[in-house]
């Protein structure tokens, strides 16, 4: 209910870059030439990037990767993950797919964390999915895979969500903490939330997680996520932690566009058993 | 209701979708119109991705299955289906079709993936039998099994009753992805619901008896047929050969107990829904094999803490390097799977749990 103002900016952005799909073939922009050429050629890249990355410095690096599964199977929930633990001193991890309605998927702030996260996403069509990291000299590092959302014919159809009273269950928070052998910390959560993108036929509001905070002992900030509503119903996301080892629990506080705030709070065991 | 509608909806893709129904719209019959409708899906997409998405010409020939029976034994024949996944390529034609000639007429066993398709098969079992359609039976509610059925009398298809409730539910989702997957073969397709329901029991054809027996674990609802006369088993999807099992609607331990009761009944040929069909029971115990080997892969992943993409990318058993779309199976099923290993194995958290 934030974020109209928002929203009308991404729309009008999208109709516009239509207009400007069809112009491309005659009109090159004069700026075309200053920027890197896009190794996944999509005719919204200069929209995107001057969108995201304002005058920015850009390279397109292969240490950000961006991991899709070779076919779409539910478009409601297609498995993404973005990993720049290649690269040092990331600031900043923002995964954003092209030809979505709506672009912009999710920012990570990984602050105690690894530059990785892994979760699900809507995807209305085949569409490049990109990951671009933040380094502290002030580049952004882009990378990305297409994604062909042509799915198995046999899939289970994506079914409208009935009209399921989410006040019962929106918030419920399930995760678990598995400690590595490198000293991080890996996380898997899911928090139960419609994310409503507002666009559907139905009238149906935006209704969406937009932030999870993650801290450790004394409330020390681990990571921060921003979310949009591409990221699918139930968020479910895997994080990578750099946390002492002293630390109990791990503390997660998601709130979402109506003012909702969920609190919950990960046991870190000492050391993951090695049972098996 | 379009299969990402409830997802999404892009500004101006109604008034787009309007206007293409408005152009081609010539008849103004309903079958018609939702027709146009999925087209006006599929173009709009196209327009939207045009540097991606191959152009769906509407004005192209019409696509034509050849279907090649081969004789099973007297009377009997299976049209192989491809052991590939569905695509442009094939059709949708990727699951095997039985046809009998019994003295009361044809009896069918799955319509294939399209209108087309079923259309041919209805004249193919008339030509190989010169008699006309007696009895049309589908063996589950996947799409590549059901889409035919518009070629034949409502009343002549008969599945289990969890058939024809699943074809309610899914139908018109599954029609949708297959016109993304399959694309101009299904031009004219609509679901058509079988018009008798059936539980366990026996049919008489005159010279054939075939028994139905209603089992379950590939979907909610599997039917598996078995002719008397001739031995011939008919396992539908419970069994695949030689091709990877698919998952979408599986309940893994169910489908394992329907496997040991189908391997219990003494038969002298096996038809599985994808693969050849052969004496013995080896499509019986790679499924088993199969189901047993990603249900580990894919639980140990998650344990492990694994996520989706890292699960998909775990090694597959030697063994399974013969079988026909291991992988992409294997991922698609890690789709099915995972969600249920998270809702049931992640603790719950909240701070304030009563
Ligand atoms: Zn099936």
């Known amino acids: 209910m934030q974020r109209p103002p928002h929203f009308l900016i991404k729309h009008i952005s ?9 112009m491309m073939a005659c009109a090159p922009s004069p700026s075309q030439a200053e920027m890197p050429k896009d190794p996944l050629d999509s005719t919204m890249w200069e929209d995107l990037s001057k969108r995201f990355f304002g005058t920015a410095p850009i390279v397109f690096d292969d240490k950000v990767r961006v991991v899709v599964p070779s076919l779409v199977e539910n478009q409601a929930q297609v498995p993404v993950t973005a990993d720049a633990r290649a690269l040092r001193d990331v600031k900043k991890l923002i995964v954003f797919a092209d030809l979505n309605p709506i672009t912009h998927v999710l920012t990570l702030s990984p602050r105690k964390a690894k530059p990785y996260i892994s979760f699900r996403m809507k ?98 900030a681990l990571a921060d996520i921003e979310m949009f509503e591409p990221v699918s119903e139930d968020p479910t996301l895997t994080l990578m932690l750099r946390l002492p080892a002293s630390t109990i629990n791990v503390e997660l506080e998601a709130r979402d566009n109506n003012g909702g705030l969920f609190q919950s709070s990960v046991p870190a065991p000492w050391r993951q058993s090695q049972a098996q | ?46 327009t939207a991705a045009a540097a991606f998405v191959p152009a769906f010409d509407l004005d192209a020939a019409p696509l034509q299955y050849t279907l090649k029976p081969q004789r099973l034994t007297d009377g009997i024949w299976m049209i192989p289906g491809a052991q590939e996944a569905i695509s442009q390529g094939n059709g949708g034609a990727i699951a095997n079709v039985i046809i009998f000639d019994t003295s009361a007429g044809a009896v069918i066993v799955d319509t294939g993936p399209s209108r087309r398709y079923g259309e041919a098969l209805a004249k193919l079992a008339r030509d190989l039998t010169g008699k006309n359609i007696a009895r049309v039976y589908l063996t589950h509610f996947h799409p590549d099994h059901v889409f035919g059925n518009q070629a034949f009398g409502a ?55 075939i028994r139905s027996l209603t089992m379950r ?116 099923s890690v789709t099915h799977l995972f969600p249920k290993l998270e809702a049931d194995g992640l603790p719950r958290v909240d701070v304030e749990t009563p």
């Open chain 1, 14 to 22: 999208r109709l516009s870059l239509f207009a400007l799909v069809t």
């Open chain 1, 123 to 220: 995807v209305e069509q085949a569409t490049p999915v990109r990951a671009a990291a933040l380094t502290g000299d002030g580049v952004w590092h882009v990378g990305g895979v297409f994604l062909d959302a042509a799915g198995g014919g046999c899939s289970a159809p994506a079914m409208a969500r009935k009209m399921a009273d989410w006040s019962e269950t929106v918030g419920q928070t399930q995760a678990k903490l598995w400690r590595e052998l490198d000293g991080s910390a890996r996380v898997r959560l899911k928090v139960r939330h419609p994310m409503d993108t507002g666009l559907a036929t139905d009238n149906t509001p935006a209704y969406f997680i937009e932030t999870l905070k993650v801290r450790g002992s004394e409330g020390k």
């Open chain 2, 1 to 46: 209701m379009g299969f990402f509608s409830p997802l999404f909806q892009p500004p101006g893709a109604k008034a787009k979708r309007n206007r293409f129904i408005e152009l081609v719209t010539t008849k103004n019959d309903p079958g018609h119109a939702a027709l146009t409708r999925r087209k006006a899906l599929a173009l709009m997409s196209t």
């Open chain 2, 155 to 209: 009343d002549q298809i008969a599945a289990p009753k969890g058939v024809i409730d699943g074809l309610k539910v899914m139908g018109e989702g599954f029609a949708d992805a297959m016109y993304r997957t399959a694309g101009d073969w299904m031009r004219g397709t609509e679901l058509v619901l079988p018009g008798k329901a059936i539980e366990t029991g026996v049919e008489d054809f005159g010279n054939r008896r």
């Open chain 2, 217 to 332: 674990g590939h979907t909610s609802s599997d039917l598996v047929l078995f002719d008397e006369l001739s031995g011939v088993l008919i396992g539908g999807d419970l069994a695949f050969l030689d091709r990877a099992p698919t998952t979408p609607n599986a309940d893994i331990e169910r489908w394992r107990i329907s496997l040991a009761n189908l391997g219990g009944i003494p038969h002298r040929l096996l038809v599985p829904g994808h693969g050849p069909a052969e004496d013995g029971t080896r499509a019986i115990q790679q499924t088993r094999d199969w189901l047993v080997a990603i249900n580990e892969i894919i639980s140990k992943a998650f344990e492990r803490g694994l996520s989706m993409n890292e699960a998909m990318a775990e090694p597959l058993p030697k063994w399974t390097e013969k079988i026909a779309l291991a992988r992409y199976e294997y991922e698609r």
